[in-house]
């Protein structure tokens, strides 16, 4: 069986299995990158960056720390606060 065939997200029973599902379907090629987040939700991602950064030694530790905690990607993150 392919993987490109499990397209529906099933009911995971860990964060480890989800992230992993995601992993399976991006190496697999069924999942293309694409703009999943609106303008806004990036604006008020770089703004809580921006209104934290204050609490941490660099840019990059604030970016560190608040990413993991909604679940984005290191890099994503990174990029849209350089780009501010």
């Known amino acids: 069986m392919q993987i490109k065939s499990l397209i529906a997200m099933p009911a995971f029973a860990s ?3 989800r992230r992993f599902w995601y992993f399976l379907m991006r190496m697999n090629g069924a ?8 303008p ?7 703004r809580m960056v921006q ?6 030694p660099s840019p990059s530790s604030a ?8 679940d984005f990607v290191l890099q994503t993150l990174h990029d849209w606060v350089k780009k501010h």
Do not use: T
């Open 63 to 70: 970016i560190e720390s608040i990413a993991p905690k909604i």
């Open 40 to 46: 806004e939700v990036r604006e008020r991602v770089v």
């Open 51 to 56: 209104e934290h950064r204050d609490e941490y």
């Open 31 to 38: 999942m293309h990158k694409s703009n999943k987040y609106s």
């Open 15 to 17: 964060e480890f299995d």
